[in-house]
């Protein structure tokens, strides 16, 4: 049957379209464009080409090759699943929300523990404020006030701390001589305090051999602590040492620091310090230093000479071009090199100790020596207004801090010159009462007294069995009557005074008693 209209034919190929499921778009193509398909969770966007990206060699000329599956190419067909557009949208702004209620959450965790942090900081400060106050509430100086730090504290809490307190009084830190009192004619030689009490005292002997070449006021810093206490304790030197008779015995003008300035009225102040001995150039500050400038609220800079010499005479002819400035500070003054014992001859053996801690040590002795027959509650003790001086010997032994520096710095039989063993020590009493008391009577052997950092109870049980004494700073109330550094300090007064002291050789505490020993009562000590 032949009619007219018109033909259509449908050819289909389906062969090649199931073998793969995309097409790849180039970018000239024009023919076919992809169709927007929602994606809610991609790129935090309601819709969003769904593409990958190839880069070609030539990263100039390189063309994305987008690979749109072949679904999105037509229409979608009625068998696909139909994609809830508003459903999306909800989902997506519901996440959303969760984000940022997580965000909102994580900030105001953050500002609470700031503010713990800070509330911390505020109480450790006053803290240690009222143990200093609790501690110095019966001497006669100002008490410093400082920011509280330690070794476990790092640098951004204490500088936190400082802009702190400084925040309280918004005032900026003034130039250090502005908080000075005197005449204006009045020139300050000052200096930083370097490593523990005995090196501390050296320190001060050659600000003096300074002071007096440039005829300056030497402005004294406190004893304080150094790395080995972390006490973070100062006291004035005065409450152990004669600085009175010293300023007549020697004609040298010196001052406390602590008489020059009150620390409970003055902010953080300046402190411009010349570089000597490389402290503070090749070399850090000393720890003890840094204890130093944060206890008395000290911002220290420092500058260097024209040369850093260790020599006396080339610092003093270096700090010549200054002798116009209020105060001179430098920043090491143990390290400097003086000849022979000439800071002692000159200065040192002119540090007597207080009338105080003299009559403190010896009425400990009337109570536990006994004095020519006499029994031990020292009635009979004294004759006219001077005690009769006992005779007794020292015995200073130097542990704990000490171990491991002698450890690993001496070995074989040379370590019993920096950590004598009981025995060794031992060994050496006996030759000295022996010297003493040739026949060894029980009656006639002097009383030993030890004077050690020593805490090992069972060292201390070795002690005790050859009868030897301890002083017992705590029985006595050492600490009660002169503060943190008063058992340090009366153990000195009791080698000086030993009719025999037995010192460790290593030991500049020994050393320092040994020169007692010698220019004050002309006796030797005796090392082991």
């Not at 404020?129 to 019966?138: E, T």
């Not at 039989?413 to 003493?436: M, N």
Request: proline share 5%; charged share 20%; with cysteine.
């Amino acid at each position: 049957m032949i009619s007219s209209g018109f033909l259509l034919a449908l050819h289909l190929k389906t062969d090649s379209l199931a073998r793969s499921d995309t097409v790849p778009l180039s970018s000239s193509s024009s023919d076919s464009l992809p169709h927007w398909t929602p994606d809610p969770l991609k790129n935090n966007r309601p819709w969003a080409w769904s593409r990958t990206e190839t880069e070609s060699n030539d990263d100039n000329n390189a063309v994305p090759d987008y690979k749109i599956p072949l679904r999105y190419m037509s229409r979608p067909r009625a068998s696909l699943p139909h994609h809830n557009i508003y459903n999306n949208e909800r989902e997506h702004a519901l996440l959303q929300q969760q984000l940022q209620l997580q965000e909102g959450l994580q900030q105001s965790r953050r500002e609470i523990l700031e503010q713990q942090t800070q509330q911390r900081q505020l109480h450790q400060i006053q803290e240690v404020q009222q143990q200093q106050r609790q501690h110095y509430q019966n001497d006669n100086y100002d008490l410093p006030r400082f920011p509280p730090t330690s070794a476990d504290t790092t640098s951004q809490e204490s500088n936190q701390s400082l802009q702190l307190d400084n925040s309280k009084r918004n005032t900026a830190p003034r130039p250090f001589e502005n908080t000075l009192t005197g005449t204006n004619s009045t020139l300050y030689l000052t200096y930083l305090p370097y490593a523990g009490i005995t090196n501390q005292f050296y320190s001060m002997l050659r600000g003096m051999e300074i002071a007096k070449a440039l005829n300056r006021t030497l402005i004294i810093p406190p004893i304080t602590s150094s790395s080995l206490d972390k006490s973070k304790q100062n006291q004035p030197w005065s409450t152990f040492l004669d600085l009175k008779r010293f300023s007549k015995l020697t004609g040298t003008k010196a001052i406390e620091l602590h008489e020059l300035r009150d620390i409970k009225l003055v902010d953080y102040n300046s402190l411009r310090c010349h570089i000597t001995c490389e402290s503070g150039s090749r070399r850090d500050i000393n720890s003890t230093a840094k204890s130093f400038l944060r206890q008395w609220r000290l911002n220290a800079t420092l500058s260097s000479l024209q040369t850093d010499d260790r020599q006396l005479g080339t610092i003093v002819s270096m700090l010549h071009p200054y002798k116009s400035d209020k105060y001179i500070c430098l920043s090491n003054t143990y390290m400097v090199a003086v000849p022979g014992e000439t800071e002692w001859v000159r200065f040192g053996r002119h540090l007597h100790f207080t009338d105080d801690l003299e009559d403190f040590a010896q009425k400990y002795l009337d109570q536990h020596l006994v004095k020519n027959g006499v029994s031990k509650d020292g009635a009979a003790a004294y004759k006219g207004s001077k005690p009769v001086r006992q005779r007794f010997i020292v015995v200073h032994v130097r542990r704990k801090d000490s171990v491991k520096y002698c450890q690993s710095h001496f070995s074989g039989p040379k370590v019993a010159h920096c950590l004598p063993s009981t025995t060794q020590i031992a060994e050496q009493i006996h030759h000295v009462q022996k010297r003493l008391n040739p026949s060894m009577d029980p009656a006639k052997l002097l009383p030993v007294f030890v004077a050690t950092t020593e805490q090992d109870p069972i060292e201390f049980g070795k002690f005790m069995e050859r009868g030897w004494k301890f002083l017992d700073h705590d029985t006595i109330g050492t600490v009660e009557r002169y503060g943190y550094f008063g058992p340090m300090m009366l153990d000195q007064v009791f080698m000086a005074n030993a009719e025999v002291l037995v010192g460790v050789q290593m030991s500049a505490i020994s050393r320092v008693g040994a020169l007692r020993q010698r220019y004050w009562f002309g006796r030797s000590v005796v090392y082991i």
